[in-house]
């Protein structure tokens, strides 16, 4: 784009779309125009997939951080690949943009610092409650996914400011009294200067794609349609997890990174992607001590300490990935899908575990990762999400606050087949069930009714608790309980399937 030296500064100023136009180089589309002329304090965006909500949440930002010098502006969300595209998203236009193509980003590509001194951060929302000071535009994005008490945490400090003002966007996600479904509830029933609130189903967007759209609607689940695409939140009549369970099962606890995995236990989940994503889920036994004798007593509580899914990777590329998780973990065993692509790579991945150990390049305590072939039909469905769903309600498995996990768990749908078995349907369309079915393949190594007495550890780190909705407590920082016998089930190839 080339400089236009007769821009209306004061307009640039007035009108954010003037602005996205003449400034950025593209027009906002009418309902994104409306969304960031409003003056709300709050504005909240219940929004669908490809709409365009990244788009304007960049432009909203550009333009509060170029109109005013030694703005702040701080982008939080749930997941940090989140935040860190609404941020890539404003460097790229800044760019490209004769008026703002002075903007710096930083190394970590955290902090977008304008000509004028006014700086876009981007920051996991967990690190929010620490950021007190005058920030004048908060963004939340994937609001629906951020935990009650972080939002309750961070919320006062931030927003202290007078004239700050507050972004919140997602997909429909979240209980009824969750804060960005409330918020959004009531900018939509009695909108005001403080608050008001937009619904954008991907239908909307000028790009939409009927026919695919259509297509969607044929393929995919109610569930997953109607909150990805007509951005409503559903009637879960027909959800095998309710939102109710899986809230009440997440903590925002870190993951941990196999890098500093230090031999801790794991079995794990594999699903195998054709056109989509490969998936490995992780399971453990949580070391919660004493903490949790109340609510289940011995029974042991698992976790997922661990998940990682890659798009466009080749077989050979992640089975090497897995080996060298097994590296730093100790990776009991690994259940991998043989139906549909699986077989090979699961043969592979077999050779290569069995190689990792003869070549001694595992120390001699350690023992060869298993590789535990099944065939994900039915009924092994059935036995796996059942188990899931049990242990959810019993308070026994914590979920990590991970939103494609969340979603992809809550978009499964039952059905009774005419011989009166229940029947789990997957989303069909590629790429979006594959960390649900990782998580169903590890759940299956887990035996329910092993139980151990944890007595209490005195270097145990138990700052910094998180207690999820039934009660369970669990350290921000968890680590792996070295159970062996609670992760050596093999269900669905020759025991019983029952739980
Ligand atoms: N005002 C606009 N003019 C032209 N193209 C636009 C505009 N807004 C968005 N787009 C295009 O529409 C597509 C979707 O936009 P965007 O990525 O902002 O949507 P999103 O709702 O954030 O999508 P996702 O759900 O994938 O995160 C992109 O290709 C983007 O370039
Ligand atoms: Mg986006």
Redesign the pocket.
């Known amino acids: 784009m080339t400089p236009t030296v007769n821009l209306d500064i004061q307009q640039l100023i007035d009108d954010p779309a003037y602005f996205a136009e003449h400034a950025i180089g ?4 009418d309902y ?1 125009a409306d969304f960031a002329r409003s003056p709300a304090r709050y504005r909240v965006m219940c ?1 669908g ?7 304007v949440l960049a432009v909203v930002a550009l333009h509060t951080a170029y109109i005013r010098a030694n703005v702040r502006v701080l982008v939080i969300s749930n997941g940090e690949d989140s935040s860190l595209r609404v941020l890539a998203d404003c460097a790229h236009l800044a760019r490209n943009s004769p008026i703002l193509n002075a903007a710096v980003l930083d190394d970590k590509k955290q902090l977008l610092t304008l000509g004028n001194g006014s700086t876009i951060q981007s920051i996991p929302a967990s690190e929010a409650r620490a950021r007190g000071d005058s920030i004048d535009l908060l963004i939340v994005d994937e609001a629906g996914f951020i935990s009650m008490s972080l939002w309750q945490a961070a919320e006062p400090a931030i927003v202290a400011r007078p004239g700050s003002r507050v972004i919140l966007a997602s997909t429909p996600w979240g209980k009824n009294d969750h804060f960005f479904r409330q918020k959004y509830n009531e900018g939509m029933t009695s909108p005001s200067a403080k608050l008001q609130s937009w619904h954008w189903p991907t239908t909307a ?1 000028p ?1 939409a794609d009927l026919d695919l759209i259509e297509d969607w609607r044929r393929t995919w689940s109610t569930i997953k349609f109607t909150t990805e695409v007509l951005a409503e939140w559903v009637n879960e009549a027909g959800a095998y997890f309710t939102m109710e369970e899986l809230d009440n099962a997440v903590a925002d606890y870190d993951l941990l990174d196999p890098k500093d995995a230090h031999g801790q236990l794991i079995t794990a989940g594999l699903d195998w992607g054709f056109s989509d994503a490969h998936a490995f889920v992780a399971l453990a036994v949580l070391d919660d001590q004493e903490l949790n004798q109340a609510v289940v007593g011995d029974d042991l509580i698992y976790f997922i300490p661990w998940l990682e899914s890659h798009h466009k990777k080749p077989y050979s590329w992640f089975v090497n990935r897995i080996e060298e998780i097994g590296r730093t973990y100790q990776l009991m065993s690994v259940v991998s899908e043989t139906n549909g692509v699986g077989a090979m790579p699961t043969e592979v991945l077999r050779n290569t575990m069995q190689r990792t150990k003869q070549s001694k390049r595992l120390d001699k305590a350690r023992w060869p990762t298993r590789v535990i072939p099944v065939n994900t039909d039915n009924r092994y469905k059935a036995s796996g999400f059942g188990g899931i769903k049990l242990l959810l309600q019993q308070g026994r498995l914590i979920l990590p606050n991970h939103p494609d996990l969340l979603r992809q768990l809550h978009n499964l749908e039952y059905e009774q087949t005419d011989t009166g078995q229940l029947r789990i349907r997957v989303p069909e369309a590629a790429g979006h069930d594959d960390i649900a079915m990782a998580l169903c393949q590890a759940i299956s190594t887990a035996d329910g009714s092993v139980y151990a007495y944890r007595p209490d550890n005195p270097r145990a780190n138990h700052r910094d608790l998180i207690t999820t909705g039934t009660g369970v407590r669990i350290p921000k920082q968890p680590s792996c309980l070295n159970v062996e016998h609670a992760l050596q089930r093999s269900r669905g190839r020759n025991k019983g399937d029952g739980w």
């Not at 593209?26 to 589309?29: F, G, T």
């Open positions: 593209v027009p906002l589309w994104q929004a997939r490809q709409v365009g909500k990244s788009r967007s790009l």
